[in-house]
């Protein structure tokens, strides 16, 4: 069973960044694309960006310039550095593949607020 756990929860500043990282229990992870995504309240969870083992990303249009993904394959883990923040960008950040599999995390909590 795939295990993901993302850390990083914080409130932050409008303008300001936060990093997230997700570390991942199985080794497969290695070899598939890692995705970060969100959910804020009342919404549906969306993709906000991702990237394949070869390091090629894909970012969502509302992140585009301002986050950025990156992947430690011998760690299995996962980054997300979020800058520029935004308060709509409040939301919990959850780690998985893509296309997702059904073992998501608990999440972490971003609040960009002043």
């Known amino acids: 069973q795939v295990q993901l756990v993302e850390s990083g929860e914080a409130l932050v500043n409008p303008g300001g960044p936060r990093e997230l990282s997700c570390q991942a229990s199985e080794g497969t992870s290695g070899i598939l694309t890692m995705a970060w995504y969100r959910q804020a309240p009342g919404k549906q969870r969306e993709l906000v960006a991702s990237?394949?083992?070869?390091?090629?990303?894909n970012y969502a249009d509302s992140v585009k310039g301002r986050f950025t993904i990156s992947r430690d394959n011998a760690k299995i883990t996962a980054y997300l550095q979020m800058n520029s923040l935004k308060p709509e960008d409040t939301a919990v950040y959850y780690c998985?593949?893509?296309?997702?599999?059904?073992?998501w995390g608990q999440g972490t909590q971003v609040t960009v607020s002043s």
């Open positions: 990237i394949t083992t070869g390091g090629s990303t």
């Open positions: 998985n593949h893509y296309p997702a599999g059904n073992y």
